[in-house]
């Protein structure tokens, strides 16, 4: 039984930073990636960035030199530190797993964490 459980959203001023973590649990493969992805009112589903078992990491441009993706294996925890946020950062924040990057959609996803930017 996956589970992962998102903490760290709230309410932020543009400009400031806030950090996110996933604490992912049940998960047994040792190949995984895990990824950020955020969900606003009419704006769609975006994949933020991701990371793998292996340590690659992908971001997505819209983020790319403000948002850092990390992750502590000892505690199985997936972080994401955003910086610089801007209003259109506002999104639900969901974390995810799967067996490889192509697969997140598809994966095990969190219940979220909403980020508001103002």
């Known amino acids: 039984h996956v589970q992962l459980v998102e903490s760290g959203g709230g309410s932020v001023q543009a400009g400031g930073s806030r950090r996110l973590s996933c604490a992912a649990s049940g998960y047994t493969y040792s190949s995984y990636c895990m990824g950020w992805f955020r969900e606003g009112p009419g704006k769609g589903r975006e994949g933020v960035p991701t990371?793998?078992?292996?340590?690659?990491?992908t971001y997505a441009d819209s983020v790319k030199g403000r948002f850092t993706i990390s992750q502590d294996r000892a505690k199985n925890t997936l972080y994401l530190q955003m910086n610089s946020l801007k209003p259109e950062d506002t999104d639900m924040y969901y974390c995810?797993?799967?067996?490889?990057?192509?697969?997140?959609?598809?994966?095990?996803w969190g219940q979220g964490t909403q980020v508001t930017v103002s």
């Open positions: 995810t797993i799967a067996s490889a990057c192509s697969r997140l959609m598809t994966g095990w």
């Open positions: 990371i793998d078992s292996d340590g690659s990491t």
